[in-house]
């Protein structure tokens, strides 16, 4: 016959019998199973106390749990700690997070070679972001010696996993596996537009743009834009490079809101219109535009201004200056 007080058996009302003897009795993954029931009965005490003799005990979810509990506090020291514990026994997302601190240098020294020793242990067990982050290494020579064939080797394992968004899902980023896939898939463009560890090839350059872009990636926007602008890879076509600077603008690219800002200024893939044209390029002026002096800018910019009426041009000022302050990453300097 149990006995217990009332406070006792109100705390363990919803947890099996059996399986609280066995944790009791140190079993680690009893310890864990019973440190979730009590987390699904919104006992965080409970829940956490039982998550600690767990991880102690061995259970590698637990610690890998432990490890992200310490890593949102940002003490990266004690997340170090259990990540490394549950790295060790083989958990591709403890090997990618401990990875990741080698490489901040957060709770350890920073060690790019250690970094890419634990992302190439998550990478051969298929964890994406390991996978990408280890392209990422090659690519550039951090930890590794530069090899942009097993750049592109990483990047495409990397680019291979996602699955798809569901039928009610927007078609755009939205989460991290997504972003990952269209980081690598991005960085494989880069790879044939530069003929690096693989064949220049402006095509595929563009095939592998078009499919980042699709996720969201800004930078693969602008890409494809400027592929459809100048025809390289795609065929030229000033509408289609018009609808990816725009996808790029609007998540503020300063690069794109130029070309975009051209586009309208000349007419070209869309109806002249110098309103739009110094709405861009007065947004992009705030931004750095690759390879354009920020001069540049304004003068196109004050050239579009100089079709408007004043009433007009000071509405599409007071647009611009909206637009600002929904997107205060990109802040007007004036």
């Known amino acids: 016959m149990l ?6 058996c109100a705390q363990n009302k919803g947890i099996d019998p059996a399986l609280l003897a066995k944790a009791k009795a140190g079993d680690a993954d009893a310890e864990y199973s019973i440190s979730l029931s009590y987390a699904g009965l919104h006992n965080e005490k409970e829940a956490n106390r039982w998550l600690l003799m767990a991880g102690q005990n061995g259970n590698v979810m637990a610690q890998l749990i432990l490890g992200e509990q310490y890593d949102d506090r940002k003490d990266y020291a004690q997340a170090a700690v259990w990540f490394r514990k549950a790295a060790e026994q083989g958990n591709a997302d403890a090997q990618d997070s401990l990875a990741s601190l080698y490489d901040n240098g957060q709770g350890v020294p920073q060690d790019y070679s250690r970094a890419a020793i634990w992302w190439r242990k998550a990478a051969e067990q298929g964890e994406a972001n390991s ?43 939205s989460s991290v596996a997504d972003r990952t896939t269209a980081n690598a898939q991005f960085m494989l463009a880069v790879l044939y ?32 834009g400027f592929a459809y602008h100048v025809g390289q890879g795609e065929p030229q076509d000033y509408s289609q490079a018009a609808y990816w600077y725009r996808k790029a603008a609007e998540q503020g690219d300063a690069s794109s809101q130029y070309s975009l800002g051209l586009l309208y200024s000349g007419g070209e893939g869309v109806p002249q219109d110098y309103a739009e044209a110094y709405f861009w390029l007065d947004i992009a002026a705030s931004g750095k535009v690759a390879r354009i002096k920020p001069e540049e800018v304004e003068k196109f910019r004050d050239e579009a201004g100089s079709n408007l009426t004043k009433t007009i041009l000071l509405q599409t000022q007071e647009r611009a200056r909206k637009w600002f302050e929904d997107h205060p990453a990109q802040t007007n300097p004036q």
């Open 131 to 173: 996978q990408y982050n280890l392209g990422l290494d090659y690519y550039y020579g951090q930890g590794v010696p530069q090899d942009y064939t097993q750049a592109e080797h990483w990047f495409l394992k990397a680019s291979e996993l996602r699955q798809g968004n569901s039928a009610d899902e927007p078609h755009w980023v």
């Open 3 to 8: 006995v217990c007080t009332a406070t006792v």
């Open 193 to 224: 537009a530069k003929g690096e560890g693989v064949p220049q090839d402006y095509k595929e350059a563009a095939h592998w743009a078009q499919k980042s872009a699709e996720l969201g990636d800004a930078d693969a926007q602008h890409s494809l």
